[in-house]
Structure formats: C-alpha cells, structure tokens
C-alpha cells in the first residue's frame, strides 16, 4: 500500500470576507504526480501555501512527510524541493554559481554535474541565468528544486 506524503483535511483559509478555500480535503500518495487546477481565484495558491507552511490555515489540518509544515519548517527544508517562479533569482549570476549556491543549504545536496547533465544544461553552467533561454531557465528551475534530494517537489503551474 501506498503512503500519503501530503495530507489536507477540512482545510480552510479566509481573507476577511473573502473565503480563498472552503473545507478542501486530498491526500496525495507517495510516486504519484497531483496537480490542483481551477480558475484564477480558485485558491490553488493558498492551498499550496498552506502545504507549504507560509500561510497559517484558519482551520483544517496540513500535514507534509508526517509532519505539520508550520511548527516542522527545518525539519521538512530538507525534505521538500520547491521550484520558485523566475523572478526569485538573479539573473546576473552564473548557472553553476546559482546552484553552488543553492547546493550550500542543504547537508546532502544531489550531485550538481548529474542533474545538469540530466536535464540538458551542463554546457550552460558558466551562462549568465539572463543569458538562458526559456525553456533553459525552466530546466535549470527544476535542477535547483532537486538539489536537496527532495521526498517532495511542488513545480507551480508557470
């Protein structure tokens, strides 16, 4: 039998009058790909900020690897790879400099020349991110969520 990695029950989260996410429940088993779709304003992005830990809920519970993503952040920084949009990263740094970088955080880094390799950018690591093509910076994206050997990876929908 499949473990649940992700465990949303009941979960709820208002912005004044505003309800962003209304008694929402899923569990997302370990091996599989989930995605949460829905129009603009649907709460997809105060859910996953919720699973996240970077939004308190206003009620329900969240629990992430066994563990509640607000009071267990260290403990799942390790454990969860999150692919930030564009915009969080300089662009005037080298590829292989951003993810020596990113590597440092992490006690057990994947191997950086690997994933480089695996995703088709290992020639770009002395690029400039800038100098990137699109579809280029999406891979190197997804490499940085990889570095720390996640159990879990969020890939946002951009």
Known sequence: MMEDLIIVEHLSKSYGDLKAVDDLSFSVKKGSVFGLLGANGAGKSTTIECILGTKKAGSGAVSVLGMNPLT????????VG???????????????????VTASFYKNPADLEQLLMD????????????????????RLFIVLSLIPKPKVVYLPPD
């Open 72 to 79: 267990h952040r260290k403990e799942l920084f390790d454990k």
């Open 82 to 100: 999150v692919q930030f949009q564009e915009a969080q990263y300089q662009e005037n740094i080298k590829v292989g400099e951003l993810c020596e």
């Open 119 to 138: 995703f088709g950018i290992a020639d770009k690591r002395g690029a400039f991110v800038k100098e990137l093509s699109g579809g280029q910076k999406q």
